[in-house]
């Protein structure tokens, strides 16, 4: 319901609970103001933000005053001018605002106002003594010459990020012993340089420090995209100035981040320019890796692995998909294995498709933000503030907001201090200990017997198998004490529903994901505020499995055993005989390497010589090793044939976060030296090996072949994740995408499966 008010002599609908200034933001009416943060509700510091209203001897702050039915408000009275100007040049004077020296010229609210309401610029400065000198931070210039007291900062640190590093000033200025004690001093202890202060200074007290010199303001190109360092798919502006990237900065109220970004997302963009990046193809001569052409390049590497395929078949050649590109990187590289090689010898690392076998769809269930909201949150594997802290700040939020946080992971990371129960168990061990949380619950009688008897199978069997999995066993298997075993299962059977987050790190358990589906069937909790979520360390790890980048699947995690599924693609790409049984899982590829079995290894955007000793010394013996890759690596130097492939930001394309968002990700730059989009590489080594794909771009790969043959994309086409892309399934062009999977257990496979999983 709406009501109305009178505003600057018009009559416009608020709704109840709305302040002055968000029904005025909502009418398109200009209030400013400098402290209010929507985010955090920060407000009420400022005072620029005051008006008049009928009935009121004071100005009211339109910030943190509630609109009436029928009150009548004037925004820009005499009145209201005399004392914006006022403030304003009590701000000005009690800093050292050098507009023309300021990195944040043309980028300040102070200044913006400051010219809206005519203010005289400050006859002198105070003196620099009387401001604190910042530590040296390697991210943040800290300039308190320039702070203006709004109390922003503190808002985003404590009360959005969740990381309560910067202390709240208290009490008259005269009060402290030093003026350093009045301002927003950070403590570099807690400080994780996430950026989200610079994010919101209004003036110039925080810059970036390699933004400093780089580019004014209106100097730069702003290219929307999204952040590359892992799976949470958070929005980037990317600032541009003559062809280089002059800063980050967050998108503000864009899904799923909410105008957050991390401290890789906002500042480790660097490695673009890194001096190992690969610049030029080049073919191994002898013995050494030589400059070449792009043609030279791509006709030695088609034309042994064609002679390698001829001699010794499909499968005597094996590939790595990098989980950190394009989907349509991936498409084509999976497509250039099946339709071009004839071989499912293709995988992926990072991706799961567990929760496929036990719910149908192997993906996360549910959203960012329904985090934010849940009453219970079960976090399990690695630290998620460390790998993954935007989605963690969600999770403090919620904490924040009542909610609990139960926490099992490897050791005493940042999220640890908000868990009210907290387990350390062994890395490897996840499964053992989930199936002793299990086990509880089903011996105590805690779990939800009617949702288990109407929407899933499996139970005797699984029932049986966790009777082994004792607290005092899973203690012993994973190194949880067995009384926190007992306590973390009752306590998940209490507060539902319980919002399962696994977050994978090397060494992980493999049956950790299937472990999570069997918890989460016992409690029931599927819909919003539950379900079981896979946070990926990698940016598009779960779309490299969504684009068949994995030996099993066909892209739309159609299975590749399938007949009909095969026929269509079959047609699609206009060949016969795509491979019908499951192809080499990358786990293997070293051991078929040392013992003959793989003779050609194509491997793009990974290092796994570089990461296992074991398989540098098994890919030895390959011969033909092609790496494609944005930088030098131990698999690189190894090569016969290198291709420089161009990175984020320097090519089109989509990413699928852990979310199942399918975003837009655009080039902000020309690739460094002759580098070139993943795409494009395996479409001309395609070509070569006797095939013409009709695709020019990432564009038309995704609209004229992946949303074509995966049902799951069917409604996502590049014009309608312009902004904050679409979540699938999306089955139609009129469907607005699916926040949460299997609700109320309507699970995609029917009924959701038990699986034992040691």
Partial sequence: MRSTMLLDGRWVSFSPGQTILQAAQAAGVYIPTLCYYKESG???????????????????????????????????????????????????????????????????????IAYNQEAAPSESWPPMDRFPKAFDDPFI???????????????????????????????????????????????????????????????????????????????????????????????????????????????????????????????????????????LPQVRRSGKLRKASWDDALDVAASRLKKIIRRH??????????SRAANEDAYNMQKLFRAAMGTNNIDSIGTTDTLAASFGLGAATNSFGELSGAMAIFCIGADMAEANPVAATFVKNAVRSGGELIAAGYGAGPMSEHAAIRAVIG??????????????IISEGLYDRDFVRDNCEGFDEF?????????????????????????????????????ICYVPAPGSGAGA????????????????????????????????????????????????????????FNKAWQVSGLPPKPGMAFSEVAGALAGGGIKAFYCFGEDPAGDSPAFKEALASAELVVCQDILATETSRMAHVVFPSAAWCEADGTFTSSERRVSRVRKAKEPAGLAMPGWWIFREMARRMGQDWASESTHEIWDNEISKLAPLFTGITYRRIEGDGIQWP???????????????????RGKGLFIPCE
């Fill in 141 to 279: 210039i800290r300039d308190y010459s320039k702070c203006i007291l709004c109390g922003r900062c503190i808002a985003a640190c404590s009360d959005v990020q969740v990381n309560d590093a910067i202390k709240n000033p208290f009490g008259r200025r005269e009060e402290h012993k030093d003026s350093g004690g009045w301002f927003p001093l950070p403590d570099p202890a807690k400080c994780v340089e996430c950026g989200q202060c610079v994010e919101v200074c209004p003036v110039g007290a925080l810059r970036e420090k390699s933004a400093r010199g780089a580019a004014r303001i209106w100097e730069t190109d702003k290219i929307r995209t999204t952040c590359s360092q892992c799976g949470v798919g958070c929005r980037q502006t990317v600032h541009v100035k003559d062809g280089k990237i002059a800063k980050i900065t967050a998108v503000p109220d864009a899904l799923p981040d909410k105008g957050r970004l991390c401290v890789k997302g906002r500042f480790l963009y660097d490695f673009i320019y890194s001096k190992d990046r690969l610049l």
């Fill in 427 to 440: 890395k490897g061990s996840e499964a053992a200990f989930i199936n002793g949380l299990a086990s509880v």
């Fill in 42 to 112: 920060h407000r009420d510091v400022c005072r620029i933000c005051v008006v008049e209203a009928e009935g009121s001897e004071r100005l009211l702050p339109a910030c943190s005053t509630q609109v009436r039915e029928g009150m009548e408000v004037w925004t820009n009275t005499e009145r209201v001018a005399i004392s914006r100007r006022r403030t304003i040049d009590m701000l000005i004077a009690s800093g050292r605002h050098a507009c023309l020296a300021c990195d944040a010229n043309g980028d300040c609210g102070l200044q913006d």
């Fill in 513 to 568: 994901t299937a472990s999570l589906a069997n918890l989460q069937m016992l409690l029931g909790g599927f819909g919003e505020g539950g379900g079981v979520n896979i946070i990926h360390s990698r940016a598009n790890a779960q779309g490299a499995l969504d684009m068949g980048a994995m030996p099993d699947m066909l892209p739309g995690c159609q299975s590749v055993q399938d007949v009909a599924i095969l026929e269509k």
């Fill in 730 to 748: 999306c089955p139609d062009d009129g469907h607005p995408g699916t926040q949460a999977l299997h609700k109320g257990g309507r699970f995609a």
């Fill in 463 to 499: 029932k049986a198998f966790a009777a082994a999995y004792t607290p005092e066993r899973a203690a012993e298997l994973s190194g949880a004490d067995a009384e926190t075993i007992r306590s973390i299962a009752r306590r998940l059977a209490k507060v539902r529903p319980v919002a």
């Fill in 313 to 322: 078949g499909p499968d005597s050649v094996a590939g790595l998909c990098s």
